[in-house]
T-cell receptor, first 114, second 114 residues
Framework: EAQVTQNPRYLITVTGKKLTVTCSQN?????MSWYRQDPGLGLRQIYY???????DKGDVPEGYKVSRKEKRNFPLILESPSPNQTSLYFC?????????????FGPGTRLTVL | QQPVQSPQAVILREGEDAVINCSSS?????VHWYRQKHGEAPVFLMI?????EQKGHEKISASFNEKKQQSSLYLTASQLSYSGTYFC???????????????FGKGTHLIIQP
């Protein structure tokens, strides 16, 4: 089944403890992206990747890192999480980064930073 | 830089029509529409491109006014299953080779009552 998977789905952690949220897609998509969703703010893009080893900042990149070493994986790294990073995170992918390419979203990861 | 959606929320009775608007202060190259049900990931509805090309669900219609930098999503004869939050996303840059990040609006909450 074609899908985007994220792990973990739920995570409670403490301030400053490094964490990684994994994202994987099995559709051979070139474009991958991370979003955070907060009440009243909609979906905001954190980072995106046009292809392997090509990443760029979205609208809210502060406090996050990403890497794209393999085409299928695009992990989101929080080196020193803070409470303001408590949010619902979505990973998404599309075939390429063309204007006409729809995005497929993962199920989401709900992160709470205490 | 987020596109602006209106209305923020709308309540309808089953069978009524709704229009959701999306506008940008910057030139749009494409507009994406997604629907998100509570607790789930956003799901693709439609993409509209400059020049009139569209891609998406047959039962959903939308328009894209390039000069006014606006798009509208039309939901006719609404069904209970249409309930959810609707997001428009805009790509502000683009060329024949691709585009960069997708910026979403804050969403429109649609409630359909029986």
């Amino acid at each position: 089944e074609a899908q985007v998977t994220q792990n973990p789905r739920y995570l409670i952690t403490v301030t400053g403890k490094k964490l990684t949220v994994t994202c994987s897609q099995n559709m051979n998509h070139e474009y991958m992206s991370w979003y955070r969703q907060d009440p009243g703010l909609g979906l905001r893009q954190i980072y995106y990747s046009m292809n392997v080893e090509v990443t760029d900042k979205g609208d809210v990149p502060e406090g996050y890192k990403v890497s794209r070493k393999e085409k299928r994986n695009f992990p989101l790294i929080l080196e020193s999480p803070s409470p303001n990073q408590t949010s619902l995170y979505f990973c998404a992918s599309s075939f390429r980064a063309q204007l006409s390419d729809e995005q497929f979203f993962g199920p989401g990861t709900r992160l709470t930073v205490l | 830089q987020q596109p602006v959606q209106s209305p923020q929320a709308v309540i309808l009775r089953e069978g009524e029509d709704a229009v959701i608007n999306c506008s940008s202060s910057k030139a749009l190259y494409s507009v994406h529409w997604y629907r998100q049900k509570h607790g789930e990931a956003p799901v693709f509805l439609m993409i509209l491109l400059k020049g009139g090309e569209q891609k998406g669900h047959e039962k959903i219609s939308a328009s894209f006014n390039e000069k006014k930098q606006q798009s509208s999503l039309y939901l006719t004869a609404s069904q209970l299953s249409y309930s959810g939050t609707y997001f428009c996303g805009s790509r502000l840059k683009g060329s024949g080779g691709g585009a960069d990040g997708l910026t979403f609006g804050k969403g429109t909450h649609l409630i359909i009552q029986p």
